[in-house]
């Protein structure tokens, strides 16, 4: 629902100035000793590359900031999960008396694709292994596992299925699965009362698949989906499925913490789809978006119902290059390219109140296997991508196309409260003016939280309970974060430590960067050299890079350069993922 429908609440976003340091000039670089200690995997950690057709900066920060290691929060040891290369999730704890990760257990086979669906198997006898074919695995987005209590967990693998397992053994049992038709991330899941389960799922779209019009200059928007599932006396089952929509590159949307919000940052209203603004079948689907195709040998007919009527006049119909185009009233409703060619000089238009029809002969005359070319590449020049490898194709520059993410940083964005019920817009923050840092999820119960720029500093937002009678509230402070992050070109991941007293940038190889919060000083006496003025507090900064100890020299270290593909920040360590290790980082 639109803020113009109804009374919608301006909840202001003002940092309380106690959680700003003032007197902060610069962080003080320190050199510690930190172990490092590395544990090596049995197999590779599994990670997603973007499909050819995956294009937008939107999927580039969907894909590159995808965090492949997974925390129990509920477990008295650090216990980790992750999938790897066999397509299982497996788990592993940390042992604090040798300084490795142990307890290797394959929770959950064939998570991926099950029933051995797009796997290839080699070797014999029981050296049998199984391995995924490329052009299956990477048609999905990130896989999720999230844990719910002690004895739940429900996790995503990207882009068939939601499963709800039960944890109580060592092997997980599957006590409900959610089929999908299209890929996705898990972006919050929350139960409550034990027995209902909130699941918001986000996946990236082309405008061409909302059936609400959008702007022009914007090429791809989000699309949530809100699942809820309901546990009877015997098992769980799902009670309703709601989507909206979002445009720009939405860096939260959580659940509020009394779970009576959907919470989103976006860079306009999110919104819904009207149903009765847009034809449908029965079952509630919506007829290929605003319109209806159907076939003869001969003939292709396209019809579209609109919620006002039109007249001839109102209609402009052009066929170019076999691209369809059809404005009515000025607005383009439909522009696709047909698979098959058409005699554009045949095309017949019938008008009846609020219905239009149209109809055009084939060049072939026989039946059509498809009626629209799918993929995003369909208004690109056969040779932008002749003699090209995959690669290559995907970074094929769209100059007649202009993504939202262009002028990301320019800009401005709010944060949306809408009734979970419902999925109207309740409240609005005070404007945004600057590009979120980074999103964290701090614990199972609670919403995520967000960091905002605030002048360099990074602010992180909050979203508490009800019963404090604030919607939004200022958590912690890191200093001169908006500064140093735009500095961090090979930044893979922000992420802070659970009580916020320090924030650490991870990049794409070896280089850990930690930000520690003003530490006031025990002592008196310390001043500033250049100003003469005295130092009340300090904030520390320190780099940690990957280095191991080589087993051929004494004392020899080499340095790591496989990718980084996982990170948890604790108080007290640093868990990295990489390629085929676990590595605990001791702080």
């Known amino acids: 629902m639109s803020i113009e429908d109804t ?129 299956d695995i990477d048609n999905r987005y990130p896989y999720t596992v999230n844990c719910l209590s002690k004895e739940l967990v429900v996790a995503g693998n990207g882009m068939s299925k939601i499963l709800l397992f039960d944890r109580s053994n060592i092997e997980w049992n599957v006590i409900h699965r959610l089929d999908v038709d299209f890929k996705f991330i898990i972006s919050d899941v929350r139960i409550i009362n034990d027995n209902v389960i909130y699941i918001l799922t986000k996946s990236i779209i082309h405008k061409k698949d909302c059936p609400k019009k959008v702007d022009d200059c914007i090429q791809f928007l989000s699309k949530f989906t809100l699942f809820i599932l309901k546990k009877d006396e015997i098992s769980w089952n799902k009670e309703s499925e709601d989507i909206f929509y979002a445009l720009g590159n939405v860096e939260l949307c959580t659940f509020d913490y009394d779970l009576e919000n959907v919470i989103v940052q976006s860079i ?97 005359h026989k039946l059509w296997d498809e009626y629209i070319v799918t993929d995003n590449t369909k208004f690109l020049q056969p040779s932008q991508f002749l003699g090209k490898s995959e690669d290559e194709c995907r970074n094929v520059p769209l100059f007649h196309e202009r993504e939202e993410c262009d002028d990301e940083r320019l800009q401005t964005s709010f944060i949306y409260w809408l009734d979970i019920s419902t999925l109207d817009i309740i409240n609005q923050s005070s404007l945004i003016t600057e590009m979120p840092l980074f999103s964290q999820k701090f614990s199972p119960n609670i919403p995520t939280s967000i960091c905002i720029p605030e002048d360099v500093d990074g602010i992180l937002w909050e979203f508490p309970s009800k019963c404090e009678n604030r919607k939004i509230l200022h958590k912690s402070t890191f200093n001169a974060l908006s500064y ?19 924030v650490a940038i991870v990049e794409d190889f070896k280089n850990i960067h930690i930000y520690w919060c003003s530490e006031k000083l025990s002592t008196e006496g310390l001043v500033n050299r250049k100003s003469g003025k005295s130092i009340g507090s300090i904030a520390k900064q320190n780099i940690i890079s990957l280095t191991q100890n080589n087993s051929t020299e004494f004392d020899d270290k080499r340095v790591i350069t496989t990718p980084i593909v996982g990170c948890i920040c604790l108080e007290d360590c640093i868990i990295i993922g990489l390629k085929d290790n676990l590595v605990h980082i001791k702080l």
């Open 268 to 364: 306009s209203e999110p919104f819904v789809i009207n149903k009765e603004k847009y034809p449908m079948y029965e079952d509630g689907s919506f007829v290929d978006k605003n319109y209806a195709i159907k076939q003869t040998d001969s003939h292709v007919s396209i019809s579209f119902i609109f919620p006002y009527e039109i007249k001839n006049e109102d209609v402009s119909i052009n066929i170019s290059s076999n691209v369809l185009t059809v404005l009515v009233k000025g607005e383009e409703i439909f522009k696709e390219c047909l698979k098959y060619r058409v005699k554009s000089s045949t095309i017949t238009i019938k008008i009846f109140h609020s219905n239009l029809y149209l109809e055009v002969e084939k060049d072939d």
């Open 7 to 135: 009374k919608v609440n301006l909840i202001e976003l003002r940092p309380n100035k106690i959680l700003i340091d003032k007197n902060f000039e610069s962080y003080k670089l320190y050199f510690s000793n930190n172990n490092i200690s590395f544990t090596n995997l049995s197999d590779e950690i599994l990670t997603t590359k973007p499909h050819p057709l995956d294009i937008s900066y939107m999927h580039y920060r969907l894909y590159n900031e995808q965090n492949n290691i997974f925390m129990d929060p509920f477990s008295n040891s650090i216990k980790i999960f992750t999938v790897l290369k066999d397509g299982s999730i497996y788990s592993f704890e940390y042992d604090n008396d040798t300084g490795k990760f142990i307890n290797s257990t394959k929770v959950y086979e064939h998570f991926i694709k099950e029933n051995n669906e797009g796997w290839e198997i080699v070797g014999e006898g029981n050296s049998d292994t199984m391995i995924y074919k490329d052009c």
């Open 484 to 502: 140093i992050q735009a500095s961090k070109g090979k930044r893979r991941y922000t992420i802070s430590s659970p009580f916020s007293t320090y």
